[in-house]
């Protein structure tokens, strides 16, 4: 049974903590006890909007911006958890995309990921942690036009994995979780998705996204954020470098 205070007294960072899974996140960690969230995001307005019972430390900024973290690090010293979630979307062919716009997604959700998980477990050091990782099925399965968002997702799926057998000598868990579809605003930077949106609305258009999906649906933000809290949580003690799966079945 869960232990609806399991997080009580711990300090966790939370990326792309304005909206979305990361929001979710945030919420359960506050609902569950923790003492203090170090929430990270570019969206200052969203961040603002988040209302918790406990004490938060908003950092407006993008995780991929190396001086955020040099100057956050010193105070997250003692962190007990980590959900690296910060990311970004785009699409279209590799052979079309500028490599700009590569560079761009890149410097978020790969470079930024890893800024992000090193800055964490260098603050768990001293007494350990866990941490997750939020990759994506893209990063398991190949999905044509989701170009560097797949591959940047593949590749924090195996920085987690390698994390996680540095991690062990610390006693610090590193996961990841791969979501399949999942009801965020991340969609909202498709222009196929807008399209959908203005011809049908925003409920209809999820719905049509959602049919490669065997279970016929995307998930909630709170699923995800139930799978990522367990994996930080205590209850997995004994789970480590897993990449986990939550798809409604898509990568069958």
């Known amino acids: 049974m869960t232990n609806h205070q399991d997080f ?15 929001a979710a996140c945030a919420k359960a960690l506050a609902q569950r006890g923790a003492s203090k969230l170090f929430l990270v995001d570019v969206d200052e307005a969203g961040l603002n909007a988040l209302d918790f019972d406990c004490e938060v430390e908003a950092v407006i900024g993008s995780v991929a911006d190396q001086a955020l973290w040099e100057e956050l690090e010193p ?7 980590a959900v690296v979630n910060a990311g970004i979307a785009t699409g279209g062919a590799l052979v079309d995309l500028p490599f700009s716009e590569w560079r761009r997604v890149m410097d978020v959700n790969l470079d930024g990921a890893f800024l992000t998980l090193a800055s964490a477990m260098r603050c768990m050091a001293d007494k350990g942690g866990s941490a997750v990782v939020v990759s994506s099925t893209t990063g398991v399965k190949p999905v044509p036009g989701t170009g560097p968002y797949g591959i940047a997702k593949a590749a924090v799926a195996m920085m987690a994995r390698m994390a996680a057998l540095e991690g062990v000598a610390n006693n610090i868990n590193v996961n990841a979780i791969a979501p399949g579809g999942v009801d965020t605003n991340i969609w909202d930077s498709s222009e196929g998705f807008r399209h959908l949106v203005a011809e049908h609305g925003r409920e209809e258009a999820i719905k049509a996204m959602a049919t490669g999906t065997p279970n016929g649906r995307f998930a909630s933000s709170e699923e995800m954020a139930g799978t990522i809290l367990y994996l930080l949580s205590d209850q997995a003690a004994n789970i480590t470098g897993h990449v986990m799966v939550s798809d409604g079945g898509f990568t069958l």
Not at 11 to 20: H, I, K, M
Not at 75 to 81: C, K
């Open 8 to 22: 009580a007294g711990r300090s966790a960072l939370v990326t792309g903590a304005a909206s979305g899974i990361g």
């Open 75 to 81: 105070r997250m010293q003692g962190l007990d958890h």
